[in-house]
């Protein structure tokens, strides 16, 4: 329980507020939080890659679509 809080904490809930969550709203978010760091790894994998084995092109498009 006291990971499932911190996790909640950190993606910006309060402890209050967590208090009050039911079982069924705790793991909807948790499971939410997992999806965004998922999607986060991802991305972070994908300029970390294109970062050391890019071309200077793929660098530039990498480059505008982060831009947006």
Same mark, same amino acid.
Do not use: M
């Given at each position: 329980w006291?990971?499932?809080?911190?996790?909640l904490i950190g993606a910006g809930?309060?402890?209050?507020s967590i208090m009050d969550y039911t079982l069924a709203q705790t793991e909807a978010f948790?499971?939410?939080i997992n999806r965004q760091e998922s999607r986060h =790894?991802?991305?972070? =994998?994908?300029?970390i890659s294109t970062g050391s084995?890019?071309?200077?092109?793929?660098l530039?498009?990498?480059f505008r679509e982060l831009s947006c």
């Open positions: 006291s990971d499932a809080v911190q996790r809930h309060s402890y209050a948790l499971t939410a =790894l991802a991305n972070l =994998l994908t300029v084995q890019g071309s200077s092109e793929s530039r498009k990498l």
